[in-house]
Nanobody, 124 residues
Framework: QVQLVESGGGLVQPGGSLRLSCAAS????????IGWFRQAPGKEREGVSC????????YYADSVKGRFTISRDNAKNTVYLQMNSLKPEDTAVYFC?????????????????WGQGTQVTVSS
Protein backbone atom coordinates (compact mmCIF):
# COMPACT_ATOMS: atom_id res chain seq x y z
CA GLN A 1 0.00 0.00 0.00
CA VAL A 2 1.09 3.55 -0.74
CA GLN A 3 1.15 5.81 2.28
CA LEU A 4 2.44 9.26 3.19
CA VAL A 5 2.49 10.36 6.83
CA GLU A 6 3.21 13.94 7.90
CA SER A 7 4.51 14.88 11.32
CA GLY A 8 6.05 17.85 13.09
CA GLY A 9 3.12 20.24 13.18
CA GLY A 10 2.02 22.08 16.28
CA LEU A 11 1.57 25.44 17.94
CA VAL A 12 4.36 27.98 17.60
CA GLN A 13 4.71 31.69 18.29
CA PRO A 14 5.29 34.21 15.49
CA GLY A 15 8.94 34.21 14.49
CA GLY A 16 9.40 30.61 15.56
CA SER A 17 10.34 27.54 13.56
CA LEU A 18 9.00 24.09 12.81
CA ARG A 19 10.26 21.21 10.72
CA LEU A 20 7.66 19.06 9.03
CA SER A 21 8.45 15.52 7.92
CA CYS A 22 6.73 13.37 5.33
CA ALA A 23 7.58 9.68 5.51
CA ALA A 24 6.70 7.47 2.56
CA SER A 25 5.97 3.76 2.69
CA UNK A 26 4.97 1.24 0.05
CA UNK A 27 7.10 2.92 -2.60
CA UNK A 28 10.35 4.79 -3.03
CA UNK A 29 10.51 8.54 -3.50
CA UNK A 30 13.45 8.38 -5.91
CA UNK A 31 11.34 8.86 -9.03
CA UNK A 32 8.72 11.21 -7.60
CA UNK A 33 8.52 14.94 -7.30
CA ILE A 34 7.38 15.91 -3.81
CA GLY A 35 5.26 18.93 -3.00
CA TRP A 36 4.03 20.61 0.14
CA PHE A 37 0.61 22.23 0.15
CA ARG A 38 -1.43 23.99 2.78
CA GLN A 39 -5.08 24.79 3.34
CA ALA A 40 -6.41 27.37 5.76
CA PRO A 41 -10.05 27.44 6.91
CA GLY A 42 -12.32 28.75 4.18
CA LYS A 43 -9.53 28.86 1.61
CA GLU A 44 -8.45 26.68 -1.28
CA ARG A 45 -5.46 24.39 -1.07
CA GLU A 46 -2.35 26.17 -2.27
CA GLY A 47 1.11 25.05 -3.26
CA VAL A 48 3.89 25.94 -0.83
CA SER A 49 7.00 24.21 -2.13
CA CYS A 50 8.21 21.38 -4.33
CA UNK A 51 11.41 19.45 -4.99
CA UNK A 52 12.05 17.58 -8.21
CA UNK A 53 13.40 14.05 -8.49
CA UNK A 54 15.84 14.75 -11.33
CA UNK A 55 18.26 17.40 -10.10
CA UNK A 56 16.70 18.37 -6.75
CA UNK A 57 15.54 21.69 -8.12
CA UNK A 58 13.35 23.47 -5.61
CA TYR A 59 10.39 25.80 -5.97
CA TYR A 60 8.64 28.05 -3.48
CA ALA A 61 5.55 30.16 -3.33
CA ASP A 62 6.37 33.86 -3.12
CA SER A 63 4.74 34.02 0.29
CA VAL A 64 7.28 31.60 1.83
CA LYS A 65 10.39 32.23 -0.24
CA GLY A 66 13.39 32.89 1.96
CA ARG A 67 11.68 31.43 5.03
CA PHE A 68 10.91 27.81 4.09
CA THR A 69 13.30 25.14 2.81
CA ILE A 70 12.32 21.83 1.25
CA SER A 71 14.68 18.85 1.17
CA ARG A 72 14.64 15.11 0.71
CA ASP A 73 16.53 12.17 2.18
CA ASN A 74 16.20 9.25 -0.21
CA ALA A 75 17.92 6.87 2.21
CA LYS A 76 15.14 7.53 4.73
CA ASN A 77 12.43 7.85 2.07
CA THR A 78 11.45 11.13 3.70
CA VAL A 79 10.93 14.72 2.64
CA TYR A 80 11.18 17.71 4.98
CA LEU A 81 9.91 21.25 5.12
CA GLN A 82 11.90 23.54 7.38
CA MET A 83 9.79 26.56 8.28
CA ASN A 84 11.46 29.59 9.82
CA SER A 85 10.23 33.07 10.73
CA LEU A 86 6.68 31.80 10.92
CA LYS A 87 3.80 34.24 10.61
CA PRO A 88 0.16 33.96 11.70
CA GLU A 89 -0.84 33.77 8.04
CA ASP A 90 1.12 30.51 7.79
CA THR A 91 -1.53 28.86 9.95
CA ALA A 92 -3.03 25.97 7.99
CA VAL A 93 -3.16 22.24 7.59
CA TYR A 94 -0.04 21.21 5.71
CA PHE A 95 -0.05 18.26 3.31
CA CYS A 96 2.73 16.48 1.49
CA UNK A 97 2.03 15.00 -1.91
CA UNK A 98 3.93 13.13 -4.60
CA UNK A 99 3.61 12.65 -8.33
CA UNK A 100 5.15 9.97 -10.51
CA UNK A 101 7.55 12.17 -12.39
CA UNK A 102 10.38 14.55 -11.77
CA UNK A 103 8.56 17.75 -12.58
CA UNK A 104 7.10 20.14 -10.05
CA UNK A 105 3.68 21.79 -10.26
CA UNK A 106 1.74 24.04 -7.92
CA UNK A 107 -1.61 22.58 -9.02
CA UNK A 108 -2.87 19.98 -6.49
CA UNK A 109 -4.59 18.02 -9.26
CA UNK A 110 -1.20 17.07 -10.70
CA UNK A 111 -0.27 14.94 -7.68
CA UNK A 112 -1.03 11.26 -7.25
CA UNK A 113 -0.73 10.54 -3.51
CA TRP A 114 -1.43 12.62 -0.44
CA GLY A 115 -0.75 12.48 3.26
CA GLN A 116 -3.38 13.07 5.91
CA GLY A 117 -2.13 16.53 6.81
CA THR A 118 -0.66 18.08 9.94
CA GLN A 119 -1.90 21.23 11.67
CA VAL A 120 0.40 24.22 11.98
CA THR A 121 -0.83 27.07 14.15
CA VAL A 122 1.17 30.29 14.50
CA SER A 123 -0.20 32.42 17.31
CA SER A 124 0.80 34.38 20.40
Amino acid sequence: QVQLVESGGGLVQPGGSLRLSCAASGFTLDYYAIGWFRQAPGKEREGVSCISSSDDSTYYADSVKGRFTISRDNAKNTVYLQMNSLKPEDTAVYFCAVRSGYGCYDDPSMYDYWGQGTQVTVSS
